[in-house]
């Protein structure tokens, strides 16, 4: 399953050149000669080579920040985990291409309409890498870590808490969650998911109504909820039922692989995977030398100096991550499990958040510095769920005059500094939150404030700087009074729904955005009526124009999330519908040397 999880900027906006600050300038609004489509990739490269017995394959993750290392499915929350999980993790389920279930996966999926339920039976032979069966028991776990507020878990979404009993389980109030059966005992092979409601995702993976991943109890059972994601056996050694296994970690900077002999689909093909952070500013230069076999996050602002890097396919697919700009309009409130909204924020009044959206040119900066691999963003779902569903909307494109307009009738009032005031005839100053990646993210950052202030806005970085990509997430999560708004990223899960997003009980809903009518839209794309798909897309549609209008959160870019793979790979593909990403599980090569292809 493609889960939410949040990105670094480095991946999706990498530092641009100086000259950004000059870019669209001289113009006033966006046209239609600005406006770009992007580059499409193959999904695979087909080598007909025959593949050598074994090999080694290292792989690089562009990061300029050290990777946290939360190897756990129900407790990681940003990309990097993610793509450093790879080879080893798997889902439980398979799906195909349009992230619809099949039966292909470790384990399947029985819906019962009427007994609102779901029975999930794992298959024969499906082990962890320390040889013991993936049992009923680790299904249930993995809820309990989830849900457990020692954890404090970011995927504890009100999405999950359709299931019976996971409420009283997280509050307290009962030891286990009674809507999580297992007719066959704990080391039996099915469980029993009992919902209050059944929804119209649920054959859909990444539908956020429930886990598509197992924890094992044996080995992690005897450590304490609150100690666990900083336990070496989630940091160092983990395990996971996927092809390969982690044989070592070196904190921050590399994860090795080692082939997972009790994997249930047979051994995979390597002897070794090497995953490695590797900066922006080197990658390139590491691949004209052949040192990666494959790239995950190559920065796009220089895709034309390695798009054509000889002995490198370069494979893609539409991302399902956009960055964005957030508000932030309120707190999360922990004793009630909720976010908060403010209807005193400084940034509450919509016409100036419209304002700060029509003020970029996001269409130049696509244009101009991402080579045809970035669009800019109309709507918060992106293309990629197809056109039934991706709101035919606008968006924000480069409009000053509007912006101004917006600003005058709202009552922010220009002094003869030429910034503008509150409508209270108060300083205004907004400060501005985004992260560091790259040696020009700051001149990046100052196009954005050089924007704002041909509208009036004052804006200032919070701390003065673009801030690294953990410590900006931890400012973000936890409402630092020196963000007024921000530029952030993630990934979505597998399917359209914003639930787990924008809801009032979203932990992730990181602008604390909360109105009457946004709850009743998603309540609308995820309530019985949408088990009509004609219904449901309508109401994602609905959800995506009133989001528009509100602009709590504004999308900037879309992208082709695109992965330069080394000649001598055999069966590399980034079909969504591929196990573990790349394709782990069948992944060779043809040759021992990178150098040579």
Excluded at 355 to 372: H, I, P, Q, S, T
Excluded at 565 to 579: E, G, L, P, Q, W
Aim: aromatic fraction near 12%; charged fraction near 20%; charge should be positive.
């Amino acid at each position: 399953m493609k889960k939410r999880s949040v990105l670094g900027m480095i991946t999706l906006a990498t530092a641009l050149s100086i000259t950004l600050v000059a870019c669209g300038s001289k113009s006033s609004n966006s046209s239609s000669s600005t406006a770009n489509k992007a580059v499409k990739f193959p999904v695979s490269y087909n080598n007909t080579a025959k593949a050598v017995k074994g090999g080694n394959v290292n792989v690089a993750v562009v990061d300029d920040s050290p990777f946290k290392g939360v190897f756990n499915e129900e407790l990681y929350t940003d990309q990097y985990d993610y793509d450093y999980m790879g080879p080893a993790s798997e889902s439980l389920f398979a799906y195909n291409s349009k992230f619809k279930f099949n039966n292909n996966g470790a384990a399947t999926l029985k819906q019962d309409n009427n007994a609102k339920t779901i029975t999930i039976t794992i298959k024969p032979n499906v082990k962890w890498s320390d040889g013991q069966p993936v049992v009923a028991r680790d299904l249930v776990y993995a809820y309990e870590i989830m849900a457990n507020k020692g954890t404090k878990s970011q995927r504890y979404t009100e999405s999950l808490q359709n299931i019976e009993g996971l409420t009283e389980y997280h509050d307290g109030k009962a030891d286990s969650i009674s809507g999580l059966t297992m007719p066959k005992g704990d080391n039996g092979n099915t469980m029993v998911i009992h919902f209050k409601q059944m929804k119209p995702s649920f054959n859909t993976s990444g539908n956020g109504y429930f886990l598509e991943n197992a924890a094992p109890y044996h080995y992690l059972h005897d450590i304490a909820f609150n100690k666990l994601e900083s336990s070496d056996k989630v940091r160092k050694q983990p395990l996971f039922f996927g092809p390969y296994k982690i044989s070592k970690v070196v904190a921050g900077q590399s994860v090795q692989y080692t082939p997972n002999k009790y994997y249930w689909r047979g051994a995979p093909k390597l002897d070794k995977i090497t995953f490695e952070n590797v900066s922006s500013a080197s990658i390139t230069s590491a691949l004209k030398n052949h040192k990666y076999d494959v790239v995950y996050g190559m920065p796009a602002d220089s895709y034309n100096e390695w798009k054509n890097i000889s002995g490198y396919k370069n494979l893609g697919h539409q991302s399902l991550a956009y960055n964005y700009l957030g508000f932030k309009l309120g707190k999360w409130d922990n004793s009630k499990n909720e976010n908060v909204y403010n209807p005193k924020a400084k940034m509450a009044n919509k016409s100036l958040r419209q304002a700060m959206g029509y003020a970029l040119n996001n269409d130049e900066v696509a244009a101009k510095f991402y080579n045809g691999t970035r669009t800019r963003a109309t709507t918060l779902i992106p293309p990629v769920f197809g056109k039934d569903v991706h709101a035919n909307i606008n968006g924000y494109d480069l409009n000053i005059k509007k912006a101004n307009s917006l600003l005058d009738k709202a009552g922010y009032k220009k002094g003869k500094d030429g910034y503008r005031t509150d409508p209270n005839g108060k300083k205004l100053t907004i400060h501005f939150a985004t992260m560091a990646g790259g040696s020009t993210a700051q001149p990046l950052a100052q196009d954005y404030i050089q924007q704002w202030k041909k509208i009036g806005l004052r804006v200032k970085l919070t701390t003065g700087r673009p801030i690294e990509f953990n410590s900006f997430y931890d400012k973000i999560q936890n409402d630092d009074k020196n963000v007024d708004v921000y530029a952030a990223a993630w990934s979505l899960s597998s399917d359209p729904s914003p639930m787990d997003l924008f809801s009032q009980k979203a932990p992730f809903n990181y602008t604390r955005f909360v109105s009457k009518k946004n709850t009743e839209l998603l309540n609308n794309i995820d309530g019985q009526k949408a088990m009509d798909p004609a219904y449901r897309a309508k109401a994602l549609i609905a959800w995506q124009k009133y989001a528009n209008d509100e602009a709590f959160a504004i999308p900037t870019l879309y992208r082709e999330e695109i992965f330069p793979v080394n000649k001598r790979v055999k069966n590399a593909s980034v079909d969504y519908a591929s196990a573990n990403y790349l394709n782990w599980a069948k992944l060779a090569v043809t040759s021992n040397s990178t150098a040579k292809n």
